[in-house]
């Protein structure tokens, strides 16, 4: 049975997600033309994180729009982890542009090509205006949702790249430094790199049916075993659903007892799980000395 508590959490907008998303296409479009003619690889660079960014909240928006749809005969969950699914891809597909940028700056190393630092410095600037803001349209959902929090780190990656890019060519300019350009590209990529990793270990976790980090099994133990009547826990498995809603079932050993008093210490347990650990869906199955290997884990 699901604990009686529920817990509410933020849903993100779709208006904001489609605002940011023509934003990037939007700068997409003018950082090819400037990187083009200026023969800039950093503002090709941001032009490729920015057409990401536009593709990457297209996927966003449309998980968002799955992860809403209600429990079916064919999916009784719903479609909860659509958004994690959505954040595993955006993030994958950060991991392969960040190797490919790799290649191009160790080609540009080898063989640099002279930039026109004025025209980069314009545009990136632009694109610097605009990916601030876009942040800003997700900052709010990014912290309640992994699937916003990898568009929102594309768009805070390109914020970075923006700088750099634009120092970059303030040193071309006044310096003639055209080896800083692919130097910048390697340094974006790392950045993007290290924090892609992180969202698809997470989303990993989760779609292997993790237990949250934030849990402590023994604990959890040791609470449920102290409620009177209770014996011991066994057999218990807790996973996440998505980044919210975390499941737990287990076996629960009582003493002989009626019905009507077994159901109380059912209700003491769903309680204290909610209360404690905000575990929403509980499911135990209440016995009275039936298993015969009655381990926490199994």
Not at 253 to 273: A, G, P
Request: charged share 15%; aromatic share 6%.
């Amino acid at each position: 049975m699901d604990s009686p508590k529920s817990h509410s959490h933020p849903i993100p907008s779709s208006g904001r997600l489609m605002a940011t998303m023509i934003l990037n296409f939007a700068i997409t479009i003018t950082e090819v033309i400037g990187g083009l003619v200026s023969g800039s690889l950093s503002l090709l660079s941001d032009a490729l994180h920015n057409f990401s960014d536009g593709l990457s909240i297209i996927i966003s928006y449309i998980a968002l729009r799955l992860g809403r749809r209600p429990g079916s005969r064919q999916h009784t969950f719903g479609l909860k982890r659509a958004e994690i699914l959505a954040a595993m891809i955006n993030a994958t597909t950060l991991l392969a542009i960040s190797i490919f940028l790799f290649r191009e700056a160790w080609l540009h190393f080898i063989a640099p090509e002279e930039i026109r630092g004025s025209i980069m410095v314009m545009v990136a600037g632009i694109g610097l205006a605009a990916n601030i803001l876009g942040t800003v349209l997700l900052h709010r959902d990014a912290q309640h949702s992994m699937n916003i929090r990898a568009s929102y780190l594309h768009l805070l990656s390109d914020v970075v790249s923006s700088i750099g890019v634009i120092l970059g060519g303030l040193a071309i300019m006044f310096w003639k430094i055209y080896w800083i350009d692919p130097l910048l590209t390697v340094l974006i990529s790392v950045y993007v790199l290290k924090a892609s990793v992180d969202i698809v270990k997470q989303a990993t976790h989760i779609l292997m049916m993790g237990t949250p980090d934030s849990l402590e099994l023994d604990k959890i133990q040791g609470l449920i075993e102290a409620v009177p009547g209770v014996i011991n826990l066994h057999h218990v498995h807790i996973w996440m659903l998505n980044e919210h809603a975390i499941h737990f079932e287990a076996h629960v050993d009582l003493k002989d007892m009626q019905l009507s008093e077994s159901r109380v210490i059912r209700h003491q347990i769903e309680t204290l799980l909610a209360d404690q650990f905000d575990i929403e869906h509980v499911t135990l199955q209440l016995e009275c000395g039936e298993c015969p290997t009655p381990e926490l884990i199994v």
